[in-house]
């Protein structure tokens, strides 16, 4: 059974209001489960607002979309904010760190209204941390970190409630091309154990790893082709 | 599926309630500012308010001492002496138990520029001592009678035996009108709880009064009456001002609740002036907490993108806002708790004065009394919540999607 | 009056009552025009935020009103030691005819934000939210509730003065004071009194383990109205424990068979005996009949889990409180009747 399912999915923002943009136009979509996903497209192409449909972090404005069973197309925010704690797990474009906190802080923030206490929540950083070679910089306040860095605690803190679907908005896009393949080996070995993953570049490097199973350009707001990627 | 954790309410609160405190510590230099005018404002209510409460707990005490009905002669206006003889005139009336003598008057002593209080009671009116603080010195009090006539035996106050330099010794003299000497002798002290009845007091017998003040025989200062029942005093004030015209009549209950209405009307319209205080800030706080900067509203994005609830964000801004209104709300408390305790209600003791009157010094004792905080609780803490409401909510709906 | 620093703290409670209610005005009117559930229309969208605030409001309401309605007790405690004849705080409500009506409209206030919050929970644990729309006509009612309720403490305070001669319980209640035509509850007797409280006491206990015991029930009619009949009860059995109270039960926490007052009972003199009084007394008779505002709800999308799961867990709270109210009513005149006499 499809993880994601998307049917006719459109999106505008500020609906109703005069500065209304159409960002998203009828998407169809179906991601698998265990499947990784690359959509690229050009720059305002709508590839973050899809993403964050996924993710549950804003509503569609028309059509179907189902997450792991559940409809998430009309739903108050406050259930879809339950849902994106339970199945996803998101990677902002700009890392989206707070630069005040330490990185351990950072990475146990959405443990934090689940009422987890710090000793669990540490207990369940420390393989994320030692995972992705963190350790040493657990309480490096998060502004004092490299873009390397940044990118892997930003994984770590979104696979920290070890959510099924990993949605990765650009991960590379400020890294350069070594950095670039180790990320994305990062996140072939998380394809590896099963996670689902979808993610959205215009770095042909992203589009040409073998590990992605498809391709998904988007254009205007349209899906414009479907190829099978390196995978 | 479920949920991979379960949500524990109650480490919920802790956690939010730990990150709202992360986050205030941050930024110290704001919230610093809002909590030490929010401080001031809870001190200057605080402070009034205990104030007040010393000042009527001292009155009831003393008041509590007071007879029931408490008759005087007038005279043009002025009180002068009343006749022994009315007494029986009083004594008559049904449900009077007591009708008891009293002479008293300020004694000055120019050597140390002190007035004593000088209580010529009889033996038989000296009333047991009731509770510890509030009355005369049962037992003692026992000493000072020579039945009905002279004894030359006194009680005196510690301050009092300070203040004339006794130390130990028993014998002391003080002057007649005519500067001739009486001899007195100082059997007891009043015991230190009693003290603020008693601190300037010298208790003697009625026969020792009339004799240092040369009253002559057969005239009092007043008439203490007392009544069986309580609920009589007042229908037994009305029958004495018709039996003995030209007097004075005051129940305990008058004075009492004349002393409330004056102090509730000067404390609240020092309220009022600590209201519109109290207004200023709330505008301040107002601006302090809708003023969100773009750091702060980013903040609220990424939280809220990693699955913290609009509820989780509005209980973390109220937090913030629970933590410098109780913190303010303590620290201002204590503040006047030892205002008034160490310096005495100092800055408010003015507004209070007319009070001072009847004892022209006290101290103040601030005492801890639930439904004091809880009325200056509502009158500061309740007002700066509602201010904040509204802004802790626009910052916790803060689109999820402006971060991305 | 106003100038007392009670009456102050009230007007401040009562302002800070008005601006949230009044606040929570503004987005019901809004919600009642432009609800759209589903859309993601910008307007849509700020609208689903406002019943946030909305309900933030209303909570911070619940909790001013539960607090002011314990400070208007304490304040006519403190009024009575100024005004001439009261001598509790009985007669500071009676001194003019704003005190009572007040006090009342505090306590409708109170069950009414409860209520709503009841339902406000309710709403939000569907997907649907199907009781938006309904909950913001309630507000619109609960609105002009807690204005009358302000205005009534002002007018209360206002006509306050130190001059006028009121009464007191002990005239009030007295027995054989009827001459005065002031005996407000004289007619009833106290056996009548007492079997009608332990007996729907009894009654709402029995009735309350049936409803809680009972199956999840297909929506029907029957099934709701025995929830509304509860819910009834339970209302119909505070009021009636108010009368018991002052009438029967104070006097033997007084140990004084002529002082009947409601109010003394929160004194420290006796031991505060009026707090968890009141409070499991309120407990009971709220949890209780809020069971019936999640059984009117149950038929609606989404809702059925949720308000089955509510009212089970306002039942058992109401089966568990009641007893111990009525344990701590009886106490006082239990311990006298056995011990035969004064604690
Ligand atoms: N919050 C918003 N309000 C209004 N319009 C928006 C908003 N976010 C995005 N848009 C518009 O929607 C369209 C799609 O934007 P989106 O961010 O999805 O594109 P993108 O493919 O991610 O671009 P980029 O590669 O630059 O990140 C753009 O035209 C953009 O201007
Ligand atoms: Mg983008």
Sequence with gaps: ?231 | MQPMHPIHSFGRIQNILDYALSGLRRKLLKNGTVFAVFALVVFLFASFQLTNRALGELAGRILAAAPDITVQQLQAGRQVGIASDSRQVLQAIFGVRRVDERIWGYYFEPTSGANYTVVGLAASAIPASTSKENSWPGPEAAAIAGGDGSSGRVLLSPGVRRHMGLGERQFFSLYRPDLSLVTFEAVADFPPESDLVTADTILMSLADARDLFAIPAGEVTDLLVTVGNPREIDTIAGKIRELLPGVRVVTRNQILKSYEVVFGWRSGLGNLLLLTALVTFTILAWDKATGLSAEDLREMAILKVLGWQTADLILLRLFESVLVAGGAFAGGYLLAWCHLLYADGLLFRPIFLGWSVLRPTFPLVPSLAGTDLLAVLAISVFPYLCATAVPAWRAAVVPADSVL | ?343
């Design chain 1, 1 to 231: 059974m499809a993880l994601v399912e998307l049917a006719g999915v459109g999106k505008s923002y500020n609906r109703g209001a005069a500065n209304e943009v159409v960002a998203l136009r009828r998407i169809d979509l179906q991601v698998a489960a265990g499947e990784m996903l690359c959509i690229q497209g050009p720059s305002g192409s709508g590839k973050s607002t899809l993403l964050a449909i996924i993710a549950c972090i804003l509503p569609p404005s028309c059509g179907r979309a189902v997450l792991a069973g559940h409809k998430i197309a009309r739903l108050p925010e406050h259930f879809r904010t339950r849902y994106r704690r339970q199945y996803v797990g998101f990677v902002f474009q700009n890392f989206a760190l707070i630069d005040h906190l330490s990185l351990l802080e950072n990475i146990t923030l959405p443990l934090l209204p689940l009422g987890l206490p710090p000793r669990r929540r540490e207990e369940l950083a420390e393989p994320l941390l030692h995972r992705f070679a963190l350790d040493h910089r657990r309480s490096f306040p998060a502004g004092r970190l490299s873009g390397g860095e940044l990118q892997r605690a930003a994984i770590a803190r979104a696979l920290i409630n070890d959510p099924p679907l990993l949605v990765a908005d650009e991960p590379t896009a400020h890294l350069d091309s070594r950095l670039t393949g180790t990320v994305l080996d990062l996140l072939a070995g998380l394809k590896r154990e099963g996670k689902t993953l979808i993610l959205s570049s215009h770095d042909p490097l992203v589009s040409g790893h073998p590990a992605i199973d498809r391709v998904v350009t988007v254009r205007d707001g349209m899906i414009v082709n479907i190829a099978a990627g390196g995978g």
């Design chain 3, 1 to 343: 009056m106003l100038l007392n620093p009670w009456a102050i703290v009230l007007l401040v409670t009562a302002g800070g009552s008005l601006f949230l209610v009044g606040g929570s005005l503004r987005t019901a009117v809004r919600v009642l025009r432009h609800w759209q559930p589903g859309s993601d229309s910008a307007r849509q969208i700020d609208l689903e935020n406002q019943t946030w605030l909305a309900a933030l409001l209303v909570e911070y309401g619940l909790i001013l009103q539960l607090v002011s309605l314990f400070l208007l007790l304490l304040a006519a405690d403190n009024f009575s030691r100024v005004l001439v004849g009261a001598m509790c705080a009985t007669g500071a409500f009676l001194a003019n005819p704003y005190g009572i009506p007040a006090l009342f409209m505090k306590m409708a206030g109170l069950f009414f934000s409860g209520y709503w919050l009841v339902a406000h929970r309710l709403d939000l644990s569907s997907e649907h939210l199907p009781l938006t729309r309904a909950k913001f006509v309630a507000l619109l009612l609960l609105a002009p509730l807690v204005a009358v309720d302000s205005g009534l403490t002002a007018a209360y305070l206002l006509n306050l003065s130190p001059e006028i001669i009121t009464s007191c319980c002990g005239v009030l209640f007295a027995p054989g004071g009827a001459a005065d035509g002031y005996n407000l509850l004289e007619p009833m007797a106290a056996p009548l009194l007492l079997s009608l409280f332990y007996g729907l006491g009894g009654l709402l206990f029995a009735v309350g383990l049936f409803l809680f015991r009972r199956p999840p029930q297909p929506p029907g009619r029957g099934s709701l109205l025995a929830d509304i009949a509860f819910a009834c009860g339970q209302l119909l059995f505070f009021s009636l424990s108010l009368v018991v109270i002052t009438v029967v039960i104070s006097p033997y926490v007084y140990a004084m068979p002529n002082h009947r007052c409601p109010f003394d009972l929160l004194a420290g003199e006796y031991g505060h005996i009026g707090y968890p009084l009141y409070l499991s007394l309120l407990a009971t008779c709220f949890a209780g009949s809020s069971a019936a505002v999640a059984a009117v709800c149950r038929h609606l999308p989404g809702l059925a889990g949720p308000a089955f799961r509510y009212r089970r867990a306002a039942l058992r709270f109401s089966l568990v409180m009641l007893p111990l109210f009525l344990l701590i009513a009886s106490w006082s005149p239990a311990f006298y009747l056995l011990a035969g006499g004064e604690r």
